[in-house]
């Protein structure tokens, strides 16, 4: 079976976990220190700040941003559900708008109109790898007074406008799930040009400590440990290559997949797109509904995935506050959308092979 996502993992990243284990310096540390500095070198921001995961870098980035109770913070409705849940795990409201059809990500336009006394915060995600918008929400953001956050989990080394992403808002917040561009095994990590506010997140993540045992503030355990720097320090110094082949794996998708009723993504001329998912649209003419069409994959040894099958605002979690919510777009992508294998562990002939595969139905 050609898995839809799996890690690329090598001697060095085994070798460097073995360095930390005989070290025995296994916590937050002096390898945590460099993963840091490195990650922060290589977004172009003056600061990183290691966590242990994705969900857990938006919600740190949240409280120190000072995100609470009675606070909304506005996020697209067609994402991973850890957008909307790190507001909600700050006390706030995650206010779910809808995408743009072409890019899947956050709409400029739906986010002003849902600016209300209460916002104070707005969360982008560059989904799939491809960077949202950024300008326009930006501007939006700055004229009403918004933090902005980039949720970069799926687009480590993604490019807007010339530049990467992950500075462009007060925070960027990225995930190293096994899955990602890059992996640590799980962590995260929060990007920032604000030197006080990495100080804050430094605090939020470790006891609400400003001194060693002096708490100044409820803080929780979301420290990275020192083997997950490690691994992370290989995978960073790996991952333009990783990039690399998944624009060719995509390009190959883009230049030979020909089958009516089967959509490639679109991709902005301003950008870099680092291919998380490569997602396609399976319009009303093509000739299988998305189940039979993962089950005949399936059967052909050739993996898949729906990201993702349901908004945010119809999961039973948010469905009570939001069912008038009006995200038509995300509503139906969620219906036509499916990822093909795009990770650097496939070959240009299994691409070949899927296109000639889904190029015969
Ligand atoms: C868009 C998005 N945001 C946040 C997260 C959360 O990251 P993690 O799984 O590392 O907590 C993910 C991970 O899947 C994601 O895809």
Known sequence: MIPVGKPTIGDEEIAAVNEVMHSGMLAQGAVVTQFENEFAEFCGTKEAVGINSGTAALHAALLALGIGDGDEVIVPTFTFIATATAVSMCGARPVMVDVDPKTYTINPDEVAKHISSKTKAVIGVHLFGQPFDIAPVKDICEDNG???????????????????????????????????????????????????????????????????????????????????????????????????????????????????????????????????????????????????????????????????????????????????????????????VLSLPVHPGVGISECEYICETINRI
């Open 146 to 336: 918004l933090f902005l956050i980039e949720d970069c989990a799926q687009a480590h080394g993604a490019v807007y406008k010339g530049k990467k992403v992950g500075g462009f808002g007060d925070a960027g917040c990225f995930s190293f799930y096994p899955t990602k561009n890059m992996t640590t095994g799980e962590g995260g990590m929060v990007t920032t040009d604000d030197l006080r506010l990495a100080e804050k997140v430094r605090r939020v993540i470790n006891h609400g400590q400003s001194e060693k045992y002096l708490h100044t503030e409820l803080g929780f355990n979301l420290r990275m440990s020192n083997l997950n720097a490690a691994i992370g320090r290989v995978q960073l110094s790996r991952l333009d290559g990783f990039n690399k082949k998944r624009q060719e794996n995509a390009a190959f998708y883009n230049d030979n997949l020909n089958c009516t009723g089967i959509s490639t993504p679109f991709c902005r001329d301003d950008s870099v797109h680092v291919y998380h998912q490569y997602v396609v649209e399976l319009g009303d003419e093509f000739k299988m509904d998305r189940e039979s069409f993962m089950n005949f994959l399936r059967e052909k040894g050739i993996g898949s995935a729906v990201h993702y099958p349901m908004p945010v605002h119809m999961q039973p979690l948010y469905k009570s506050d939001f069912n008038k919510a009006d995200c038509p777009v995300s509503e139906d992508l969620s219906k036509k």
